[in-house]
């Protein structure tokens, strides 16, 4: 990068580079069964997921290591959480919220590591885990309470006439839930990544590159505390869906 802004006199650097899904075995056409980089590191939070999770805390010590100390932390976080939105009857769904939650945050903090792939700046993974949020809310909002299910975007505690007015602004603005539920988590981490590159991009200008390896250091810390602010709002506004389903009257 520094030999071609020599020699063509200016600053050379794609931020959106870092985020292009490549083949992991040479360099053809990308099919479904076809290990990307983006397959390579979500097996890798998957991995991480396990070696805190089950591992880290097999031994159950009185006095904990730092993995169980984690592991625990981690636990008792977010099954607080599961507790405090969705009830004692939403703690049943509390395995899938910690997986869901673990996945995402395990990914942002892998992604940070320098040439790694942060398989949750793609929309393609944030949109396959909202949406899976969307289906399993919405299914088990009516399996457990039926057509009553359908008082949800009904707001018994407005004026009669407004009541069919507000019901379609809820089921839009149910609808559109996936979508903000996904674009939050993919829009703010690749955004942040994108800042970064931008930034060591310009680190080869010597005049300003002690202000951009501040910036970087400055951005950096920044992105590891969004990494844990993303999966935790990916994570809340699951178990406000979830609430949703399980008690739908307004």
Request: aromatic residues 12%; hydrophobic residues 55%.
């Amino acid at each position: 990068m520094a030999t071609e802004a020599a020699e063509t006199g200016g600053l050379v650097f794609h931020p959106m580079d870092q985020f292009i899904i490549k083949p992991l075995f040479g360099d053809g056409a990308i099919s479904w069964y076809t290990p990307t980089n983006a397959t390579l590191w979500m097996a890798f939070a998957v991995v991480a997921v396990i070696l805190l999770m089950v591992l880290g805390s097999s031994k159950r010590a009185i006095v904990p290591s730092r993995g169980q100390s984690v592991a625990e932390l981690a636990y008792g976080f977010i099954y607080k959480m599961v507790e405090d939105i969705c009830g004692k009857d939403g703690v049943k769904y509390f395995p899938y919220i910690m997986t869901l939650f673990m996945f995402i945050v395990c990914a942002n903090f892998l992604g940070l590591i320098p040439t790694a792939f942060t398989p949750t700046s793609h929309f393609a993974v944030t949109v396959v885990l909202a949406m899976a949020v969307f289906l399993t809310v919405t299914i088990l909002g009516f399996v457990k309470n039926g057509a009553g299910f359908l008082s949800l975007f009904w707001v018994s505690s407005a004026p009669l006439a407004l009541r069919p007015i507000l019901a379609i602004i809820e089921l839009i603005s149910y609808f559109v839930r996936p979508v903000s539920h996904s674009i939050r988590l993919a829009g703010n981490v690749m955004a942040g990544h994108a800042v970064i590159k931008v930034f060591a991009g310009f680190a080869v200008i010597t005049l300003v590159s002690p202000v951009s390896v501040v910036a970087i250091t400055a951005m950096y810390g920044l992105e590891v505390l969004v990494s844990f602010i993303q999966a935790y709002v990916f994570t809340i506004l699951t178990c406000v869906y979830l609430k949703d389903a399980l008690h739908p009257h307004h």
